[in-house]
């Protein structure tokens, strides 16, 4: 055992000052020296494996595009809400984080302030995940070596500044820099998917692949519900005046995103259920919606319900993964809502049902071999409860990776510990990242190694898995499960 | 503090080949190494100490029949469904590993083939107690020293069955083996209870004890309810036509038990609800069900609650301890249910409430020194919410052990860290096993003592206990309290 | 690695005789050696800060008559009901612990014999918060050096009773022995605070200050509401026959309390609704309650919601801070209620639920400058899917320490574990004792203290956090937290 002494030493070693930046090699390693030492090794195996990214949330069109990032605050700040709710949470107000405001009001434009204020406001980061990726970013992927601080923040934006300049660092490029062997970007079923025609001319097409999110077209009381459909019979070329033509509107949008390579769909509701309407029912309602009249909250969260039991059998007849994000209260504050839009970091979660409200879907299609579904949850209380116990039976399931606040080392670490002894390692997807920050998906698939090794590494130690054993699990939980979850199934 | 190197070594000597199974002594005992030192002291104090097994289900006939094991997939992999389950999660059929249909129909009888396609699955099984159970029967109870593996399948089928066949491996001879001192079979209302009194006949009377599980009785929405009130109109003599003859009927039964050496109830209940009935309402309600008249899934519901709180009031009067384990949806999937019957994976927990629930029975029975009961869940977020204070100031009630899905190394240590603060160790029950798979029986236990033995080392470790209280807490839980928590009360 | 011998030794050296009590330096820092070395160093700098006490429950009229403690048992075992309810939860009548019952009828007088049942029990607070804070009080306060038990329990007796004779063991002198330098007490609305206004002659009234706790005014169906409010009519001056009467008493009041220099408010509700109501039904609703008639529990219910929104309504204009404490059933168990009162160990917890119910006031006052709100909870669940999403994005929202049953080793691990990555350190209240035990207040803080050196020591070690930002935070929760999170809005 090192003395104090010793110790100060060394942790002094890998914090040598206060304003230098530098990541330990083992950061977020397990703080045990034996667990430590065999994680090492764990992670040693996985760390320059590619990466699967099949849950991404850049858009197609800044790869299309391919031009320099802006500015490090427009890079940053300015786009994470992650970022910018920490910041809010402590009184700043969003719009002089250049935060947009939807009726073109004025904001911060000075890019550099907003970076002050971030660089200012750093300790308030200490002990999140964003601090951790900010980190590894500013780091690995921009060689910036100062400790964000109200003395230091010109600087980095300097050396940020030049860094994105260089023809590098354009978007395509860090693909091949971050090792990222396929990305998927999220589209609302009313895309055109010009942005991936135009990337599949350039030798991309299987690279970067759309991912079909009907949430707009499904909840009927969203503002702009009715544009959407229209804009679905526009880009589809189906009649959605009736609610069989509206159907037939999301079969034939889901082919096409078949056709431009996409593996999944991804569904985004309050709550997990799953209850089909009569079809009758269904078409009336769809109806009376669509001609304006009033539809209550209960009767567009069983459509929307509905409409997830028809998209699982739809993906039953053309092989997309169905991807369930459930559990989220969005725009909480309608003050912020109505200022600056959605995405602002007032999106919060509420507790989860999945036992009941996937019933009637895995029923029906739970042991079809043509389905498959990734549940994903903000409510870590259903990882043991209900989520594991479900995935450790139907063969239609697998539990996708601890999702947004989760995303996380300690909430990984806690996936791990409640999902595994149920679920078991391969009723899992592997990592799955959930961004619209383009620069830290390295460091969030990082991440995940790391914790997943520290957790090998203990079952190692407690002789519950051999070494060779736990290396060849944290290979599969890094590339191979990411693969095979997503990997289209044969109709 | 080893290097990695040293580590490495000592790694590789306790899985020096991948073939080689061997159980390492500090198997499941903390990763830490000083923790470990404690832990190994306290755990060699209960490591020998004879079993209490009061929430078994081998069956009695299993006993009173005391014939040697079929063969190793009937005895290891048919019956046990959370092996079975997780084949099944990864696409296996239910009948491929000999699982057998309600319609007589055709499943695999080749046991040499269903035990190949469980270890060809071996992986599957890393991170889940099934394999940390399974690798301890296989070593300490058959003497296998092979990993399975498909190559590795049939020389262990081999190694089972000769062991199988050896007189000393008889149900009863294993009681001897295992150490068991006590064990509860668990037996509906209308069991005639021969086998136990044949096994009284063989000495056996106060080893082997029946346990009263009425729920196919309370149940009235359950299919085959009306024949179940019929049995046990005949195995009590009791004219079960009226209300009061089912409750005259009920009681006679639960004297029959005691009598056969029963200390306990069990009920299985989808929630925790003990809200009596208005006595004139449930005598109609019974008498509607009786007649065949419609019951709706609340009326079957309200007369489930209300038959907890008869039976509380039953316990006060013959002092039998009720055990109580709600919250868990049974035969989710119907497919499953109608071609394989029940208990078969598909068994799903749901959100689970004990502090309303249990109000009208702790309202009048709480403090009855004639009552006890004792609560198992499978919703982990009632242990520090609801279940510790509860058990933390009633005088009649103890927590059951980490129970099914929680029966595992980490859901016991987290039952340990977040039920402990506020309960005490005085008001658990100590390890209750909750198995059908009777060689797993010395596992379960084992697995409980070495987790205890880590939480106590850490706790020792901190200051927080003397490492003479922890040893002697340890055999409390590993031991005394079972007894204890069993014993009839008096009434 | 030490050898199990080593070990021994050492931890034989801090438990050197069973019957001896001494504190070890490192209790309650992490087991593992590296940790705790690094949680030494952060701990050393926190370990002698002052205490800010913004929670307390030490009647204020203590202070004001500077008596010497009754006895030991009248100080340590009767009045807390941490440590009844355990004894009382084995079947140790309250009357024999000498709990006082509402009629008056005999209880135990003999204070030795409460004791010496209190010490012939104590293995059962093994592993309880309890305990720890014993130790830490008998050893640290009372100068006791006997573990207690059967046959120490009169010499521990005597050495207390010896010590709190001492002139320097008066309430107001302990405060300068605690390290003091802020304890609020908790009052009612219709408190005259005359003891804060003796208090403040004496020099005392910026250290002993008042919380505004409207609880019994707001709740219709509670015993004696009409009682309250004639009583807040009395000690305000304004007329509360009317509900508009009713406010203008309670804006009176919380004025009253500012001006005794009180800096928050506390609000204990069944749940965290804060819908406001209609003022036309509000003000019927409560003419009719006034006037006897019928109020249905729904609508006592809605009535303190609505309350909850009044008086963040009213925090907005003073600028008290508003503490709230949701999610307890009180006097579950009846007949403990009828003859012992409240607060005798049988409030149980509830779910809770804070996404919804807080929206009503987030959506009108989160972002106001005036307003803060601290969020309280016994339902572990809410951290990470509610409160840490809340916290981490409404500048006015702090979340309070982990409270009650949670305020213990465990409990505070794990607050920090699932809170701090969404809502970061700085939007957390630091630590905020919640005792009526007044001897145990430097034991809670120390506690919270070690944990807290032990989390940030663990993300030190992991290079999530420099030691020196690590020191940094442990002030902050410690010292600075406190004091800025109560301090009062500037309206």
């Known amino acids: 055992m090192p003395t104090p002494l010793e110790l100060e030493l060394e942790v002094d070693a890998a914090t040598s000052s206060p304003r230098r930046l530098s990541l330990h090699p083992d950061r977020a390693l397990p703080a045990d020296g034996r667990q430590r030492a065999v994680a090492r090794e764990i992670y040693g195996q996985t760390a320059e494996l590619p990466l699967i990214c099949m849950h991404g949330h850049v ?36 719009a002089s984080l250049g935060v947009p405001r939807v009726d073109g009001g004025p904001v911060e434009t000075d890019s550099r302030a907003i970076w002050r204020t971030f660089c200012r406001n750093w300790r308030l980061f200490r002990g999140t995940p964003s601090r951790y990726w900010m980190e590894h970013e500013l780091a690995e992927v921009f060689g910036v070596d100062l400790v964000p601080s109200a003395e230091t923040a010109d600087a980095i934006y300097d050396q940020i500044e030049a860094r994105i300049a260089e023809p590098g660092f354009r978007p395509l490029q860090l693909l091949d820099r971050f090792s990222i062997e396929l990305i998927s970007t999220t589209d609302s079923a009313t895309s055109g998917l010009e942005h991936h025609a135009q990337l599949a001319g350039e030798g991309y097409g299987e690279r970067i692949i759309p991912t079909f999110r009907p949430d707009a077209a499904v909840h009927l009381d969203r503002r702009g519900w009715r544009a959407e459909v229209a804009a ?78 028809v998209n699982a059998e739809m993906s039953c007849q053309d092989g997309l993964v169905m991807q369930i994000h459930p559990g989220v209260l969005r725009d909480h504050h309608r003050g912020t809502f109505e200022r600056h839009g959605q995405d602002k970091g007032f999106d919060i979660p509420v507790a989860a049902e999945f036992t009941r409200s996937l019933r009637p879907v895995l029923e029906r299609f739970g042991h079809d071999p043509r389905f498959r ?75 995940f190694r790391r914790i997943d090794a520290g957790y090998l590494a203990r079952l190692v130690l407690e002789h519950r898995l051999s070494l060779e054993e736990a290396v060849e699990t944290a290979v599969d939980l890094a590339y191979t499960l990411p693969k095979t979850a997503y990997s289209r199934r044969s109709a």
């Open 373 to 447: 579904a990734i549940l994903f949850t903000v409510d870590e209380t259903v990882y043991s409860r209900e989520l594991a116990p479900l995935a450790g039976a139907y063969p239609s399931l697998r539990l996708g990776a601890p999702w947004w606040f989760l995303d996380s080392p300690e909430g990984m670490r806690r996936f791990r510990e409640t999902a595994t002894e149920t679920a078991g390692f391969y009723n899992t997807s592997g990592f799955v990242d959930d961004t619209r920050a383009f620069a830290s998906i390295p460091a969030r698939h990082d991440l």
């Open 59 to 94: 858009e197609a069109e800044v790869f299309a595009a391919n031009q320099p990032f802006a500015d490090p605050a427009q890079l940053l700040v300015v786009p994470d809400h992650y970022v910018t709710r920490m910041l809010v949470s402590q009184g700043i107000d969003p």
């Open 232 to 309: 679905l019979a526009e880009v589809s070329g189906e009649d959605t005046s009736s609610y069989e033509g509206f159907l037939g509107a999301l079969r034939e949008r889901r082919r096409a995103f078949v056709e431009a390579g996409g593996l999944a769909t991804d569904h985004g509701h309050l709550t997990a259920d799953t209850t089909p309407m009569d079809r009758g029912a269904a078409a009336r309602l769809y109806a009376r919606a669509l001609a304006g009249g009033q539809v209550s909250e209960q009767e567009a969260q069983a459509f929307a319900a509905h409409m997830l039991f």
